[in-house]
Nanobody
């Protein structure tokens, strides 16, 4: 089994910054991709940003230029630096990882963290 533990959420004023962290642990042979999604009340979960094991990143247009995703492969950890926060960024942020648990098998499984609340006040 694999666990994703998120930290770093909280309450911040518009224009402020927060840094989210997510550490994966458990039965892990390799992680091909980690990322962040978010879900605001009454809305569907949406992609925020992802990063592959070789450092390729992808992010939503709504956060480009404000949010930066980075990772530490040795620690199985992904970070999301959020600057210039806006009230519309308020949501529960979920960590995601695509994990290959065992060397003997090539199957990759998707795992989610429990979510961390980010609230931006105007």
């Amino acid at each position: 089994q694999v666990q994703l533990v998120e930290s770093g959420g909280g309450l911040v004023q518009a224009g402020g910054s927060l840094r989210l962290s997510c550490a994966a642990s458990g039965s892990i042979f390799s992680i091909s991709l980690m990322g962040w999604y978010r879900q605001a009340p009454g809305k569907q979960r949406e992609l925020v940003a992802t990063i592959t094991d070789n450092g390729n990143t992808n992010s939503a247009d709504s956060v480009k230029g404000r949010f930066t995703i980075s990772g530490d492969n040795a620690k199985n950890t992904v970070y999301l630096q959020m600057n210039g926060l806006k009230p519309e960024d308020t949501a529960v942020y979920y960590c995601y990882a695509a994990v290959r648990p065992h060397r003997e098998y090539t199957h990759v499984y998707a795992y989610w963290g429990q979510g961390t609340q980010v609230t931006v006040s105007s």
